[in-house]
Nanobody, 122 residues
Framework: QLQACGGGLVQAGVSLRLSCAAS????????WAWFRQAPGKERAFVAA????????YYADSVKGRFTISRENVENTVYLQMNSLKPEDTAVYYC?????????????????WGQGTQVTVSS
């Protein structure tokens, strides 16, 4: 029900925009989030946005470089990633939650996307 896309292989310093489109139901009242998982590491929180789009949250490692946004009419969430670094390399997953568990992000997730690979070369 969640389809993420937009990943790729890029050089450090460039930008990418990930998108995640939902189908099968409306997620207008859901919060959205992005997570990432690097090889050998646990899935980690990246960014989240509440149902109205009025509140956003970011991991310290991406703050100031990444921007999460949503388009409720299109049932889509975006992650604009600027100034990419090699340490941003990971599989990125979108997720939807009826309620955000701030600081305990994984616990509130009801739906996961399939993941899209982002590889940043130095």
């Amino acid at each position: 029900q969640l389809q993420a896309c937009g990943g790729g292989l890029v050089q450090a310093g460039v930008s990418l925009r990930l998108s995640c489109a939902a189908s099968g139901r409306t997620f207008r009242r859901y919060a959205w989030a992005w997570f990432r998982q690097a090889p050998g590491k646990e899935r980690a929180f990246v960014a989240a946005i509440n149902w109205s789009g009025g509140t956003t949250y970011y991991a310290d490692s991406v703050k100031g470089r990444f921007t999460i946004s949503r388009e409720n009419v299109e049932n889509t969430v975006y992650l604009q990633m600027n100034s990419l670094k090699p340490e941003d390399t990971a599989v990125y997953y979108c997720a939807a939650a009826p309620i955000l568990r701030v600081g305990n992000w994984l616990s509130g997730i009801d739906y996961w996307g399939q993941g899209t690979q982002v590889t940043v070369s130095s």
